[in-house]
T-cell receptor, first 113, second 116 residues
Framework: KQEVTQIPAALSVPEGENLVLNCSFT??????LQWFRQDPGKGLTSLLL?????REQTSGRLNASLDKSSGRSTLYIAASQPGDSATYLC????????????FGAGTRLFVKA | DVKVTQSSRYLVKRTGEKVFLECVQD?????MFWYRQDPGLGLRLIYF???????EKGDIPEGYSVSREKKERFSLILESASTNQTSMYLC???????????????FGPGTRLTVT
């Protein structure tokens, strides 16, 4: 059974710092991995999708990498801003087990001005 | 831009009531999903649908049913609401990828349901 873990659970950084959020998964037979942002009380906003055949994806200040063999993904945020404060979730869709997507518990990020 | 809308942002219902949560997407996506999100438990899949009138149970289908009569609309039904169904409900949609797997998922704003 796929398990997705995100470390750290919470992170507080000063504005302008570069940071890395980590996601690990137990079953490497994945179809894709997706990173989301969630603001308090709101839905999830898709940030980046990495297909299993890809190593990384970039969007603006965000870069996500995928290492299937080690069961790890990282989300790199460059030059963090207070507006980046939110919870970041990773989600893995596996090849086995049907259409199910398994979500991590998230990393709560606070960027101090 | 993909848009997924949910019928209500906040809903308060009484125990035993039948509750309907509606979700509409405007991108002609084949797949639609209903999740609930609870503190400490994360997001859990209730039901999903990969085509009109098709549905599959997720991890926690007990106490829920779904309906998909049109491709753009996916409804979640709480047959007899109970206090343990107080939660944030999130709808999502995605294209059908290779091999039937879901492609990128897009979420609605969520419905915060309170059952008293």
């Amino acid at each position: 059974k796929q398990e997705v873990t995100q470390i750290p659970a919470a992170l507080s950084v000063p504005e302008g710092e570069n940071l890395v959020l980590n996601c690990s998964f137990t079953d490497s037979a994945i179809y894709n991995l997706q990173w989301f942002r969630q603001d308090p009380g709101k839905g999830l906003t898709s940030l980046l999708l990495i297909q299993s055949s890809q190593r990384e994806q970039t969007s603006g200040r965000l870069n996500a990498s995928l290492d299937k063999s080690s069961g790890r993904s990282t989300l790199y945020i460059a030059a963090s801003q207070p507006g980046d404060s939110a919870t970041y979730l990773c989600a893995v869709t596996g090849v086995t087990g049907g259409f199910k997507t398994i979500f991590g518990a998230g990393t709560r990020l606070f960027v101090k001005a | 831009d993909v848009k997924v809308t949910q019928s209500s942002r906040y809903l308060v219902k009484r125990t035993g009531e039948k509750v309907f949560l509606e979700c509409v997407q405007d991108m002609d996506h084949e797949n639609m999903f209903w999740y609930r999100q609870d503190p400490g438990l994360g997001l859990r899949l209730i039901y999903f649908s990969y085509d009109v009138k098709m549905k599959e149970k997720g991890d926690i289908p007990e106490g829920y049913s779904v309906s998909r009569e049109k491709k753009e609309r996916f409804s979640l039904i709480l047959e007899s609401a109970s206090t343990n169904q107080t939660s944030m409900y999130l709808c999502a949609s995605s294209e059908l990828g290779a091999g039937g797997m879901p492609y990128e998922q897009y979420f609605g704003p969520g419905t915060r349901l309170t059952v008293t």
